[in-house]
């Protein structure tokens, strides 16, 4: 086999359909967000991010800069270990605490990442319970549907955020096996929010555990930034919450919350937790600093609110096609790879404008999109700027306008 032929032709088959990822390279400026530079062909500009998952701006936040500064002089870089083999470090602890306050749980447990905590929790569960049947949302986020591939286990899906169809689905399952349900609260990329009451009615008719993603909810929504569980009173019927420290918390990390019994069954069968090496301690403290400031402090979801709500209307006003959402996500429909890249790169090129194309395999063929994140700093501004950006990029490209 010519391997090298084989690599190569894969990479074209990207190119040719318009897929092939390029990465804007950015130095992000602290005290500047959502400003950034980008770094291209030995040269570099100021542009303004909209696209970042920093949903919002706790990545430069003092507090969070503060207790990553006095760790790292404290405790050094890295954490030692794994946390069985000298890794567990104090901050690791108190984060894990604070986590299970805020979801109203018995425990947390910290992984490297959203992606890993979600490979390794639904993995080990799926593989433990024998017979284990999963009711998965339809479209779910990749590091879901992994770890449940990576159990084994029996799979079913039911329609996007559709308790009706989740009931069907269940109906065909014996009342016997071990159930779990899960589901996003936030889709990542469409914005909508699962109706998690009527969702859990439905689990707890059947005997289901839920298992429920909040990556993009967690700090943003809830009184305490608990994610929609909270916001929608619901947090205690979840059996175990998942949420990452990298996008409204700003810092990078992931974590399951639950009973001390899930998470003591995740942390001693869980491949992704055991044998992977421990977050930096300092990571761990301006993760804790970040849930303590947003658990306390409720006028960044205000203001991100606020923008947000601006930001649709004045896509709308000016006949952009913003996709329906009820959440930060702002998806603005564009329907075709190509030209999704088109747009994105002229909207960088003639504005200073980074808005990141999405496109098939994160979004399914044809809705392809820009996929908006507007944040508390966003000032009006630079949400002229962008309206002003759109419209031209629209005329120049012959793109549809909103009905
Ligand atoms: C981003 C994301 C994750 C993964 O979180 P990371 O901390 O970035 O690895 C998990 N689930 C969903 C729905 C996400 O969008």
């Not at 301006?286 to 991100?304: C, G, M, P, T």
């Not at 088109?342 to 063929?365: C, E, H, M």
Request: with cysteine; charged share 25%; proline share 4%.
């Amino acid at each position: 086999m010519d391997y090298e032929r084989f690599f190569v032709d894969r990479i074209a088959d990207l190119r040719n359909e318009g897929r092939y990822r390029v990465f804007a390279e950015l130095e992000r400026m602290a005290g500047d967000f959502p400003r950034a530079r980008l770094h291209r062909d030995g040269e570099s500009r100021e542009i303004t991010v909209w696209c970042s998952t920093d949903y919002l701006g706790m990545g430069e936040h003092p507090a969070v800069l503060a207790a990553m500064h006095d760790v790292v002089d404290t405790s050094g870089a890295g954490a030692g270990g794994t946390r069985n083999i000298a890794g567990t470090n104090h901050w690791h602890v108190l984060l894990e605490r604070e986590l299970a306050d805020l979801h109203g749980t018995q425990a947390a447990l910290l992984f490297g990442s959203g992606w890993m905590a979600n490979l390794t929790a639904l993995s080990t569960l799926g593989t433990l319970m024998t017979d284990c049947a999963f009711f998965c949302d339809d479209i779910l986020h990749n590091s879901m549907s992994e770890g449940i591939r990576m159990s084994r286990a029996e799979w079913t899906t039911f329609g996007h955020n559709d308790p009706v169809d989740l009931d069907r689905a269940m109906g065909a399952c014996a009342r016997t096996r071990p159930k779990i349900v899960v589901c996003e609260s936030v889709h990542s990329m469409d914005g909508d929010t699962v109706p998690v009451a009527r969702i859990l009615d439905v689990a707890e008719k059947h005997g289901a555990m839920v298992y429920l993603d909040e990556a993009h909810a967690v700090g943003v929504y809830g009184p305490r930034g608990g994610g929609i569980a909270e916001r929608e009173g619901e947090a205690h019927r979840i059996s175990l919450v998942q949420g990452t420290l990298a996008k409204g918390f700003g810092v990078v990390g992931g974590y399951i919350a639950g009973s001390t019994e899930i998470c003591d069954v995740v942390r001693s069968f869980g491949s992704g937790f055991i044998f992977s090496t421990a977050l930096p301690p300092a990571v761990a403290s301006a993760a804790l600093a970040s849930v303590r400031h947003l658990k306390e402090d409720d006028a960044l979801r205000r203001l991100h609110q606020e923008r947000v709500v601006t930001l649709k209307r004045r896509l709308r006003e000016a006949k952009i096609p913003v996709m329906a959402s009820d959440s930060h996500i702002v998806p603005v429909l564009v329907g075709e790879a190509q030209l999704c890249k088109q747009a994105s790169d002229d909207l960088l090129k003639d504005f200073g404008i980074y808005v990141q194309p999405i496109n098939y395999p994160t979004v399914p063929r044809g809705t392809e999109r820009l996929r908006f994140t507007p944040t508390p700093l966003h000032g009006n501004g630079d949400i002229d700027h962008l309206i002003e950006g759109l419209v031209a990029v629209w005329r120049q490209l012959g793109l549809s306008a909103a009905a």
